[in-house]
């Protein structure tokens, strides 16, 4: 979609720039790289990790979905800014084809998780290719689904009054 790519100086910027969560729930740490309808953000493991599990010493692997999504949130923030817009919220609607090759992101390691957009509709319903490796090593793959509407709240008060 998007035929601009974000320059080093801008992908340097805090994660906090391209995402609309706040803290603690920021999962992922820092953009990487960014290609037209692909980017790839890390995530470092600490102890200050949201869902940083002692027992496991690590956050459980089924954290890695929201690892995905807040990648393409990123993704969608860096398209975004490059148009001069302003950061919308969107909505994980599930996935397909999960894998997950690893039970923990571990303690002290780093895992680069790799988005990109196979098929988007006008109305901001998307499919992404994602992946999360631990250095060279594919430790989990999806294809996420979201949807990103023009106008978040009117999107919202219709799905309430729906319901």
Do not use: W
Not at 103 to 113: I, N, P, V
């Amino acid at each position: 979609m998007s035929i601009a790519t974000a320059t080093p100086a801008m992908l340097a910027q805090d994660i906090s720039t391209f995402i609309p969560h706040r803290a603690p729930m920021i999962l992922i740490d820092n953009v990487l790289e960014h290609r037209p309808d692909c980017l790839i953000t890390a995530t470092h493991i600490s102890p200050n990790s949201a869902y940083f599990d002692a027992q496991l010493n690590g956050v459980p692997n089924y954290v890695g979905i929201e690892y995905m999504a807040q990648s393409i949130a990123a993704l969608a923030g860096v398209e975004a800014l490059l148009r001069n817009e302003a950061i919308r919220v969107g909505f994980l609607l599930g996935t397909r084809k999960l894998q997950m090759h690893i039970d923990t992101f571990t303690l002290g390691e780093s895992y680069r998780t790799q988005v990109t957009r196979l098929y988007q509709e006008e109305s901001g319903l998307a499919v992404f290719d994602c992946q999360i490796y631990h250095h060279e090593i594919l430790v989990a793959a999806a294809n996420v689904n979201v949807f990103q509407p023009q106008d978040t709240q009117a999107y919202i008060d219709e799905s309430q009054a729906d319901g």
